[in-house]
């Protein structure tokens, strides 16, 4: 099983600054590795695939990147909408045993 | 626009079997290369990846939970189901169903709370 560890575990900012996340996994996920946002109530929505693909309506504000084992998403200035809590996760192995990371909040400093 | 739904008891007691549906509307369950999944949270914890099932019945599961779980499709109900066998209070969660695009979740139902609880 491939591990996915995400640090910080909570990231304090303010509106209009830039948020960075990461996510390493236990061994190389290649490119395959996704990253989800969740507000409270509400399932997940993709933001980003394949470490550095914005889903569909995802804006701008919102990369990716990295390969292997290290990946980085950011949030190039946040927005009010945009504090939640955001995991990754990687679709590599075979047979399938998908997984993903505890999580990041991003909260309100 | 594909929309998902799940369905099923909200409390389930232990040692039972846990059952829920998932109603996929706005497209056809059989329609293009896509996998549907099952996927859990636990309250205030992070998401674990149950397993999936093609159109052709093929499916994947998470090894933790294979012994227990079984996850079907009805082409003619546009539905998939997920069944979790003798249940314990670690298994309480919200359940979410999901269309899976090459691994990764893409249309999510809104989730459904199961409380395993005697």
């Known amino acids: 099983e491939t591990v996915l560890t995400q640090s910080p575990a909570t990231l304090s900012l303010s509106p209009g600054e830039r948020a960075t996340l990461s996510c390493r996994a236990s061994?190389?996920?290649?490119?395959?590795l996704a990253w989800y946002q969740q507000k409270p109530g509400q399932a997940p929505r993709l933001l980003i695939y394949?470490?550095?693909n914005r889903a569909t309506g995802i804006p701008a504000r919102f990369s990716g990147s990295g390969s292997g084992t290290d990946f980085t998403l950011t949030i190039s200035s946040l927005e009010p909408e945009d504090f939640a809590v955001y995991y990754c996760?990687?679709?590599?192995?075979?047979?399938?045993?998908?997984?993903f990371g505890p999580g990041t909040k991003v909260d309100i400093k | 626009q594909v929309q998902l739904q799940e369905s099923g008891p909200g409390l389930v007691k232990p040692s039972q079997t846990l059952s829920l549906t998932c109603t996929v509307s706005?497209?056809?369950?059989?329609?293009?290369?896509?996998?549907w999944s099952w996927i859990r949270q636990p309250a205030g914890k992070g998401l674990e990846w149950i397993g999936r099932?093609?159109?052709?019945?093929?499916?994947n599961y998470n090894p933790s939970l294979k012994s227990r779980v079984a996850i079907s499709v009805d082409m003619s109900k546009n539905q998939f189901s997920l069944k979790l066998s003798s249940v314990t209070a670690a298994d309480t969660a919200v359940y979410y169903c999901?269309?899976?695009?090459?691994?990764?979740?893409?249309?999510w139902g809104q989730g459904t709370l199961v409380t395993v609880s005697s």
């Open positions: 394949d470490a550095s």
């Open positions: 099932i093609y159109t052709s019945g093929n499916t």
């Open positions: 061994q190389s996920v290649s490119g395959y």
């Open positions: 996760h990687q679709r590599y192995n075979w047979p399938p045993l998908f997984t």
């Open positions: 999901a269309r899976d695009d090459y691994g990764d979740p893409t249309v």
């Open positions: 706005g497209g056809s369950i059989s329609s293009g290369s896509y996998y």
